[in-house]
């Protein structure tokens, strides 16, 4: 029997020997770890991953030590967790946004990989230019509210809200990233195919919500260029709110597109990201050619005690956001120029640009101010989306002031909300909403809040239309909702 050990411990030495790579001879752990990196309106932290050498075979001339993984071979990958993109994991004191933006994520994930490539270059750890490196990070998040108004009797909810996983490849080199994010569908069973059901946990289908590639170094560069499926720099949509703003559902465009942009890391200096992409929408029966864009510019700045970013951009086409696309109503009612069953049309007269005007401003340690105005200054064609009888010329609006502080050592903020549209009653949206949100975090990695929010409703003789379909009608009254949420993100 022991013989039989013998061998099979011989073995598995050898295998080790033969599948792993050979590491320096040291009686040292090995620290493998990334700086903290602070961000405009947010402060994540990454852990540490630690790596301990462990000894396969020694011999009397030159102990060996063998790694299941060796950053210091080119080829070779270490895979670490978090930060989760955008979410603040750990406070400086100031700025609880829950909210984050889904647009400039590329950005955002530069600054991470600079921060990641200075941490390793203090440890005297050598990127080469086949050295890949596996950044993963997720939320689950879960919210309970409760619904009174709009005419209709008083609902509850409790639901999983969000479940996603993020996978950031660093690599391979310097100049290299991506990121693959994997969401799932919190909506019931589709009409039709294996999930055709009412059952709500039918459906919790996976599917790819971004893909892109990042061409990019800012620790050398402060130009970029970014290809794939994304939210395209229109608009910034920060919020303290659990709701989605009104300018983001409302204009917020994910669309398969070719980003270049302009990035310098200084305290105060201007940006720029210019783009272009195919939208569903077309003038015309051309449907096979790019045929939407933009631009969008801003400027940082830190002045003594006031931090902020300002900025606007323009989009030559409104149609293709996806609060147009996909408005999530029944068969019955416009659902957006990409709605299937004769509830949309992507064929329009004409284009309808877009621009965003926006303001973010951090006083002091405690208070931060935010406002964002997306408008079009031309009307759609009658036959693609109206209001009151005549074209309609959407717009929105987010202002929101918050004040941080904490709460029995917790770092927590108070926010009040104000939000309006204008012509959007055949997108879904509300005309006004005003909101209260108390935010904190009790445990590291997570966040807990509760929200209250009154919206106003159009008038209930208001009427509206989209691809000459008539809009789901308005009940005139208001409603009230609570929301509790609790997030988790590694």
């Known amino acids: ?62 102990s060996l030590m ?35 933006p889904s647009v400039n994520q590329d950005v955002a994930l530069l600054k991470v990989r600079k921060g990641i490539d200075s941490r390793l270059e203090s440890l005297g750890i050598e990127q080469t230019p086949s050295t890949t490196h596996l950044l993963l990070s997720g939320i689950v998040e879960g919210q309970a509210m409760v619904s009174r108004g709009n005419g209709q009797p008083t609902s509850s909810d409790i639901n999983l809200t969000s479940a996603g996983l993020d996978a950031y490849i660093l690599g391979p080199g310097q100049w290299l990233s991506s990121l693959i994010a994997f969401s799932y569908d919190d909506n019931s069973g589709t009409t039709s195919g294996s999930y055709a059901s009412n059952l709500r946990t039918q459906n919790s289908r996976v599917y790819i919500s971004q893909a892109f590639v990042t061409i990019g170094n800012l620790a050398k560069t402060p130009f970029y260029g970014t290809f794939g499926q994304l939210t395209v720099p229109f608009g910034t949509y920060s919020s303290n ?102 509830t949309g049309n992507e064929t329009i007269i004409h284009r309808v640009p877009g621009y965003d005007l926006r303001a973010l401003l951090s006083v002091g340690e405690h208070v931060d101010l ?11 064609s009658h036959a693609d989306l109206t209001m009151k009888n005549h074209g309609a010329k959407p717009r929105a609006l987010d202002a929101e002031a918050a004040y941080s502080f904490a709460a029995f050592s917790h770092p927590s903020s108070v926010a009040v909300g104000y939000g309006m549209t204008q012509d959007a009653l055949a997108l879904g949206l509300p005309s006004e909403r005003y909101s209260f949100v108390f935010n904190t975090s009790i445990w590291r990695d997570t966040l807990q809040s509760i929200e ?36 988790v993100y590694f």
């Open 1 to 62: 029997m022991k013989q039989k050990l013998s061998m099979l411990a011989i073995g598995l030495s050898l295998v080790g020997m033969i599948s792993t790579p050979v590491f320096a001879a040291s009686s040292d752990q090995q620290q493998v770890g990334t700086s903290q990196t602070k961000k405009h309106k947010k402060v994540s932290h990454h852990k540490k991953a630690q790596v301990v050498a462990t000894p396969a075979a020694t011999d009397d001339s030159n």
């Open 66 to 100: 063998y790694l299941p993984m060796d950053i210091s071979v080119p080829g070779k990958s270490f895979v670490s967790s978090g930060p989760y993109i955008g979410i603040p994991l750990q406070y400086s004191g100031t700025n609880l946004i829950i909210n984050a």
């Open 452 to 487: 209250f929010r009154h919206e106003i409703n159009y008038a209930a003789s208001a009427t509206a239309s989209g691809s000459g379909v008539a809009a789901a009608p308005s009940s005139g009254r208001s409603n009230d909702v609570v929301t509790a949420q609790f997030d």
């Open 370 to 380: 935010l406002a964002e105005y997306i408008f079009t200054t031309k009307t759609f």
């Open 241 to 342: 709110m659990i709701a989605t703003p009104l300018t983001k559902a409302m204009f917020a465009t994910k669309e398969r597109a070719i980003v270049l942009g302009y990035r310098p890391q200084m305290d105060n200096a201007p940006y720029a990201a210019a783009y272009i992409f195919k939208g569903d929408s077309h003038v015309g029966v051309n449907t096979s050619k790019i045929n939407n864009g933009g631009i969008n510019l801003g400027y940082q700045f830190v002045r003594d005690t006031v931090k902020g970013d300002i900025g606007g951009g323009v989009i030559a086409n409104v149609s293709d956001s996806v609060g147009m696309q996909n408005i999530g109503n029944s068969a019955t009612y416009f659902n957006g120029f990409g709605g299937t069953n004769g």
